[in-house]
């Protein structure tokens, strides 16, 4: 269905960026990668999924913490593919810790790549979709863009701004054909959340299954963890004909999480 269609999906060689690009190449769009691989794994993973899929995909690095370097990935993937049709904001870090204790460089970080890269890959895109007359951005927020959960603060922060920011941006180009939606996952098993596992057992003095279904998947009425490949679907969905009318929105795919 996005057969001619260009893709960047920044974070995308592990967790739920990694299946959104394979959910994506599947659909027939062509695919930049990038991530912090070592040069070898990545070249392996890009051939891999070329050859799977049938599409051309490219891998690139960028420190998404650096303005410049948000902007020099569009720029990449236009270089390679002539445009971007679809951006896919996925990267994000975390870390747990109670606000007094939330050391601030790790807060400038969490939110350099969790938000600021958000709009300086946006604003970057923004002109070749402009151009086409068709885009689609997707913003990977979470649950937390909705709700808030303790020691979290930063990462509940820097969520919620990135709902408001899709928001923001599908209101000034809902007239030219670019659509930008906000995907809120729930819990879903990424190297993200295994971190996330151990240190809220260090928080709680708790065993790490205790952890999961106690602490992780408290709030989470399914008691199962949200598939990566659940979010792809879901991100191919919005960036398909099918989801034109679908912009602006926060879409939760949280296993009933904020239905409380």
């Not at 659909?27 to 051309?56: C, H, T, W, Y």
């Not at 959960?149 to 408001?164: C, D, E, I, L, R």
């Amino acid at each position: 269905m996005l057969a001619g269609k260009t893709a960047l999906v920044t974070g995308s060689t592990s967790g739920i960026g990694l299946a959104v690009a394979r959910a994506l190449a599947r659909a027939g769009a062509k695919v930049m990668l990038n991530g912090s691989r070592p040069a070898a794994d990545a070249e392996a993973l890009r051939a891999e999924l070329a050859v799977e899929a049938g599409v051309e995909v490219a891998y690139t690095t960028a420190n998404l913490a650096d303005p410049a370097s948000a902007r020099a990935l569009v720029a990449a993937t236009i270089a390679a593919f002539g445009s971007v049709d679809i951006l896919i904001n996925n990267a994000g870090i975390q870390h747990v810790a109670a606000v007094d204790a939330f050391p601030d460089d790790t807060w400038d970080q969490l939110m350099a790549i969790n938000v600021s890269a958000v709009f300086h890959t946006t604003k970057a895109a923004l002109p070749s979709m402009k151009a086409k007359g068709w885009g689609r951005i997707v913003n990977i927020a979470s649950a937390h863009g909705v709700v808030a959960s303790p020691f979290k603060a930063p990462y509940t922060a820097s969520k919620h701004a990135v709902v408001g920011f899709s928001k923001a941006v599908a209101l000034e180009v809902a007239e030219q054909g670019i659509t930008c939606n906000a995907l809120c996952p729930g819990y879903v098993r990424t190297p993200l959340i295994e971190k996330q596992v151990v240190d809220q057992a260090k928080v709680h003095n708790m065993p790490e299954d205790r952890v999961i279904r106690e602490v992780i998947l408290a709030a989470q009425p399914t008691k199962q963890f949200v598939e990566a490949d659940e979010v792809a679907a879901f991100a191919v969905f919005l960036c398909s004909d099918a989801a034109k009318a679908v912009t602006g929105s926060v879409q939760l795919i949280d296993g009933g999480w904020t239905a409380r």
